[in-house]
């Protein structure tokens, strides 16, 4: 059975600091593989996706994660965190099942201390 | 071009009555998601619909609970007789087409049972 996992339901870094947010996935096909954002009582936004290609991906504020098929591992990373950046992060990754069903990690909150 | 959009955004209900959740997808998106997220915890996939058609509802509870995307108009999520622990936030998201692995997520409803 296809899942996800995040390490670390709670990661707390001081303003600057990089930021690592963990994932790692199980799945018997080629996933692909998601970063959402959510803040407080909204909705998700799509940080960044890895299909195929580069398995290094850029995605929005300044985030970027690296598809290591080796490791199973969907790492999300960024140099510098910003106040700004305090929010739930998921992990995910989508499985063609004739429409493409998205499993979800149990999430991160990120804490940025200033 | 609208998002996806999900009304209401708050809903109150008293145990034993029922909830409509409406979502109403991007222009020109026939496939529609509905997933649950419990407090504290990550997105869970209910159902997946094309219009009038249910193609997948393995992540939806098996009484209770049902869903509908008519030929016009919103996809309605239907819960009867709520109960305390229906109270999370739904979330629908919309993509064009089968083959699309990318959704497009609405700002959610949140249903409060009391």
């Known amino acids: 059975a296809q899942s996800v996992t995040q390490l670390g339901s709670h990661v707390s870094v001081s303003e600057g600091a990089l930021v690592l947010l963990r994932c790692n996935y199980s799945s018997s096909v080629p996933p692909y593989l998601f970063w959402y954002v959510q803040y407080p009582n909204q909705g998700l936004q799509l940080l960044l996706k890895y299909t195929t290609g580069a398995t290094l991906v850029k995605g929005i504020n300044g985030f970027e994660a690296e598809f290591k098929k080796s490791e199973t591992s969907f790492h999300l990373t960024k140099p510098s965190a910003h106040m700004s950046d305090a929010a739930e992060y998921f992990c995910?990754?989508?499985?063609?099942?004739?429409?493409?069903?998205?499993?979800f990690g149990a999430g991160t909150r990120l804490f940025v201390k200033a | 071009n609208a998002g996806v959009m999900q009304n209401p955004r708050h809903l109150v209900r008293r145990r034993g009555q029922e909830a409509r959740l409406r979502c109403s997808p991007m222009k020109g998106h026939s496939h529609v998601y509905w997933y649950r997220q419990l407090p504290e915890e990550g997105l869970k996939f209910m159902v997946y619909l094309q219009k009038e058609n249910i193609i997948d509802e393995s992540g939806m509870p098996k009484e209770r609970f049902s869903a509908e995307f008519p030929k016009e108009g919103p996809s309605i999520l239907r819960i009867q007789q709520v109960v305390r622990g229906d109270s999370a936030a739904y979330f629908c998201?919309?993509?064009?087409?089968?083959?699309?692995?990318?959704?497009?997520f609405g700002p959610g409803t949140r249903l409060t049972v009391t």
């Open positions: 998201a919309s993509s064009p087409g089968a083959s699309t692995y990318e959704q497009y």
């Open positions: 995910a990754v989508s499985l063609n099942t004739g429409g493409f069903k998205t499993i």
